[in-house]
């Protein structure tokens, strides 16, 4: 093997799907050294996952992203439930709320995963600031001679010099990976431990048969087809175009036939197993006079199966569609029997007496049911795994992309923060614990649903085969309530996690808490994510999510609900507590350079021109919420702890710490002590770990301070 | 003098800021030919106008572009008046709204002009679709031989060939301007009676002294300045660079010392008076310890002047300082007296005994205050003038940038129609007709409003030559009412607008009528702007704003308040003029093609992805917005006329004209009717033009499809 470039990297990311770049949005965010490859050629252009969840999109608002899904989406506001009546004729059952209205500033809404790709790589992109010439996306082929080799950096940035750019390496996949198990084990941040291997494809290798066909299929990588990766033990590496990398970190999002999991070997394998249920998906413009084309509509045939519509944007509507007559024998279906005609076929009969026809068809596919989950999702916390790389289930309740991207979401901030030498490496072992119980929770609901979905409707009391089109509905409304929207997951106590009993918060996943002592904060449950409601910006009265000042920029949140700093009590509660903050608390914490990309986003300029503080901030951004009781912000005179109104004698006071709750002018009233739970009179202190996920929930007195302290202790490694 | 290259456009634009760009994207979006020249060698950068009004967002987010403004701007949500005390000491006398709650869905905000004339030119290229190779802004230098003279069209759109692109071509200016009045004065579409010649600066010459000094400075700019233009007797043609253009229309966007203007003779000259009030402008990060820094803030001090504080973007603040120490003596001011610390020393003298300083100074100008107005604003309907062009004023309203937009966006659909031979050359006259009132108000109101600013307030009741802060304070917030929102603004009586006794209106600009007769729709005053007001889509219950269906894109539109269409009888009113509509009146209409960049903005996808009808729509779009009773959409069976739910044999229907009045789900209850004014048994007709302005207003009754037939058929061409 003649190796012709051996090269470093934080951290190797194995996949450019959602998972992957999202991980690499979190990395390029941190100014981390990363780099992400993938086999292909170019990103999605048609078909794949397209539903977004509530909680995803969340997440991606803290990136600067949700918007432009939010705009160019469809939303999908109601939901329909089709039955055959007692003469067998489908008819609207009910149409109610797709989801519960309140969990969220966000609802569900459905676009194509390839325009989340876009935005992905843009906002990759952008984290380096727009003073970065290259605006276009990478070219297709490798860049590790040119991006990686080139020693040069950008602008300073906060004090630091700015890292190189993460960008995706396309035509690249791995083709061996090694760990020196003894160096992988030490505490020692400067060891490479993890070697990969990377081949450069040719463009005939890299160009999935999506792109030869005229109407795209997405065969190719539905789980009917054969995995479409190299096995990693046949892999030749030609001369020339090799690399070997060095990695302190990988991490595996190459999907359900994921070549990182193989590496790792047999006792990575996924289990699970199949079902006779085949099932086709058409991406069309219909031709219908079915009423309820433009809404998310489960149709249950008597007897011709089942089918669900999901509107797109444009006018694209993609479709479901039970494959009843597709013979399996408990084995894997032929793919050669499927054709897009044979799908519309099925649906025809299942929308009878309604027509439904097309001239445009975007993509289509066909998949058989199977549920399988990952037995580890590390090894040895060196390699990870995420994605579909560690789950797999049916598409239909809209979870893959936003479970994967979940997954990394979860992982991003850890290892960054760990590769900058601000966390200790032993939060790396949470990935795993908090991840793990949510893919065994989507396997098992998707068990349920996809059977529930598939079975055929109940004739009467008799129809001991059939299914109940009530338990199907409630299923689907519960849901809601849990985690398919994603709101309602929560992550067990751990060293991330301070607080609640377990086995007590899994009977109730609304976010009201179980515990003994009351919460000072009720609605702030540790392991769940902290919501968003609206307060006003004291110094200018403007209305914003509480969420939009807590962007994803790997830094803690301490959110300090004051109650009525109006009165002389509870502003000397608010300055005693400001007094241990900034003599005793914060200069113990690690800086963490803000990314030019990460400032100012959501209002008050755009990102990367914000005028810069000398030192970086501190990794610990304090938000203080107080409680108003007027129409109009607290008095002239009125100032705040340094605290929570840090002064730079360059850039003046910063404004944009402290926010009231009280009614605004122009939006409503966020009502936001209520919601989050906490008394006005007594206050709390919610500490919120970067992704969003609440890590505790104490009282203002001086006892809870030292578990603040305990619990950021506990993460983050000194300042220097 | 030797003529290189002679060519012919339907449109030239002079002068390439906020007015000229609103015009370039309205032929943009039209598909008309066009160019626009502007003798800078760049866009600005700093400084310059910053205040965005309610109708100016209305009006860009028809262009899609308001979001943007919307989220990197800083909004002023409330505004704070101080005053001396009894001892002299400033302090706040109120806080309140900054404008009036529920005027719209927009509030008054503040971004750095250059930002906006980003937009646009993204906004003018993205009007091609997102096919075009060429994506980054245009390189200095003409384009003309190579964009212009190029004759290879683009795709196909809508079944018509894509016109050549706008785009600025930047360091040309004219420097001749004939019009062939016998040419000018016939109805010939195909005549060119304008001819400019054209002259291609060096790069020296086009570049403004802001880019030479070190801390910007824009007093090349103010009215301080001498006119920066070249005048137009004395220009001179080098050779092998000049370019002589036939036009069949010229506007002159170029500012307060236009070269338009001057080139039609004396009798356009501006008529108006300067003041003795001198006020300097420093863009600055403040390091201050004054309150409301970041509020909208009036401050007269008792002895030194007035001040307006303008909270920006990022961290910087525009201060308005008023200079009481330079002398004018009845003349104009010198500026080589007025500096940045001078202008500093000012501010503190007036904030005392607050403290203000900066380290960072962005830009910073002065101005001396006076009030002109054009006397004309066309010649022969064949060349027009906009903008600062034919009105200039004092800034600190944030009126200049607003109306210069909202001329342009008057005429630009005009001109956009006629070249596109749909409409018919009289309209043109409507443009001074309806715009040079609102210039004679806003000159009137800036008058008034800059002597209560710049006097001083007033000591005692005794004190005869003080202003009353009380008259200031109502001064300020009844022009909320008015027309610095530009909400309020009303045409009279024309060809464009029907009905509406202008004198009694006058009286109530809040949107109410006065005349004898109710109208059908109260709240829509044929020549105000029809509002906008949340209803929610019939096929998915989505809720929208009605301005996100009304896009400016060329079309007329009639909103058809059908009433309670799950009654039978208010279906068959609406199925009857539905009927007449299809047979009847849409076959005597025009035509117009969509723009691929004007399709599916604000949600379903992203322009230029949809999938193209064969034919062209016609130049009316028909929307029929009903009440709903029930919190869900009405039955399962209920399908609408075609007029109202368009069939395409190969698209399907059309589900996105039909609207329900009835509250949403997730963002409450868009009332419409009641806010429209509608009576829900009576229904209503409402036309609205193409720039989202009130045509006529009239029952559902079939008299009154007459008076829709006639208000089109004296705008409209007949179709071909």
């Keep these: 093997m003649t190796v012709k470039a051996t090269s470093k990297t934080d951290v190797l990311i194995v996949g450019a799907g959602p998972a992957g770049l999202m991980l690499a949005l979190w990395l390029a965010r941190l100014g981390v050294d990363a780099r992400i490859v993938d086999k292909r050629t170019d990103k999605v252009y048609s078909g794949q996952a397209d539903g977004f969840q509530i909680r995803s999109l969340e997440i991606l608002d803290s990136f600067g992203i949700a918007q432009r899904i939010w705009n160019e989406s469809n939303h999908m506001v109601e939901v329909c439930f089709w039955n055959p009546d007692e003469t067998g004729r489908i008819c609207r059952d009910s149409r109610v709320v797709n989801g519960k209205a309140g969990l969220s500033r966000f609802h569900e809404v459905v676009l194509h995963q390839g325009r989340a790709e876009t935005f992905f790589l843009d906002a990759i992109r952008d984290s380096y600031g727009p003073q970065q010439p290259t605006r276009g996306e990478p070219k297709a082929g490798g860049q590790a001679g040119k991006t990686h080799g080139d020693t040069s950096s950008g602008p300073d940035v906060g004090g630091q010099q700015q890292p190189r750019q993460v960008s995706v390496e396309r035509r690249v996949m791995p083709t061996s990976l090694t760990i020196d198990e003894d160096a992988a084990a030490e505490d020692n941040r400067d060891s490479y431990p993890v070697t990969v291997a990377l081949r450069h494809l040719s463009e005939n290798e890299a160009t999935p048969t999506q792109m030869l066909s005229n109407v795209q299929d997405g065969l190719f990588r539905s789980n009917l087809s054969p995995p479409d990766g190299v096995d990693p033990s046949s892999a030749t590496i030609p001369e020339g175009i090799e690399e070997v990398v060095q990695c302190k970190y990988v991490v595996g999002c190459d999907g359900a036939h994921s070549w990182t999991r193989k590496a790792l070997g047999p006792e990575y394998e996924m289990v699970g197993e199949m079902t006779d249920y085949i099932w086709g998906v058409l991406d069309i413009v219909p031709i219908t006079d079915f009423p309820d084309i433009r809404n998310r509509t489960m149709i249950h045939s008597a007897d011709n199966g089942s089918m669900m519509v999901i509107p797109r944007e444009n006018r694209l509507v993609r479709l479901y569609i039970q494959l009843t007559e597709v013979s399996v024998g408990g084995g894997r279906v032929d793919r050669s029997q499927i054709k897009p005609d044979m799908i519309l076929s099925a649906a025809k009969k299942i929308m009878h007496p309604y027509k439904i026809d097309y001239h445009y068809c975007d993509w289509w596919t066909a998949y058989q049911i199977g549920q399988r989950v990952g037995k580890h999702f590390s090894k040895l916390n060196r390699v990870f795994l995420a994605g579909d790389a560690v789950h797999t289930h049916s598409p239909k309740a809209g979870q893959g992309m936003n479970v994967s991207m979940q997954d990394t979401f979860n992982l991003g901030w850890k290892l960054g923060l760990v590769c900058k030498g601000v966390a200790k490496p032993s939060i790396l072992s949470t990935y795993e614990f908090e991840r793990k119980p949510i893919a065994n929770q989507l396997i098992a609901f998707d068990h349920r649903f996809s059977r529930l979905f598939s079975g055929r409707p109940v004739k009467d009391i008799l129809d001991e085969t059939g299914v109940s089109m009530g338990e199907f509905g409630a299923a689907f409304r519960q849901s809601h309530m849990q985690f398919t929207t994603a709101v309602g997951i929560k992550y067990s106590p751990n060293m991330l996690v301070v607080g609640g009993d377990d086995e007590e918060d899994k009977k109730d996943d609304t976010g009201s808490d179980h515990k003994q002592a009351p919460s000072p904060a009720a609605a702030c449950v540790p392991g769940m994510r902290f919501a968003s409601h609206q307060v006003l910006r004291h110094s200018d009265a403007r209305p914003w999510q509480l ?76 938000l203080l919420v107080y409680h108003g009781q007027e129409n109009i912000s607290v008095g002239e005179h009125l100032s705040f702890h340094s605290a929570y109104q840090p002064f730079d004698p360059k850039l003046g006071h910063d404004y944009d710490k402290v926010f009231v709750d009280r009614p605004s002018h122009h939006n409503g009233n966020g009502d936001a002590y209520n919601a989050y739970g906490v008394d006005q009179y007594k206050g709390a202190i919610v500490g919120v770990r970067p992704d969003g996920v609440v ?11 030292v578990e603040v302290e305990n619990w950021l202790e506990g993460i983050l490694c000194k300042a220097k």
């Design 547 to 622: 969420h939009h000042k807590m962007q994803s920029d790997g830094r803690f949140r301490l959110v300090v609900f004051g109650g009525h700093v109006s009165s002389q009590r509870d502003l000397q509660r608010a300055d005693e507590l400001g007094d241990w903050l900034v003599s005793h608390l914060l200069p113990k914490l690690p800086a963490l350079a803000v990314m030019p990309g990460t400032t100012n986003l959501h209002g008050g300029g755009r990102p990367g021109h914000g005028f810069q503080p000398e030192q970086p901030p501190s990794i610990l951004d304090v």
């Design 695 to 705: 890590g505790l929930a104490v009282g203002l007195d001086k006892e809870s301070w």
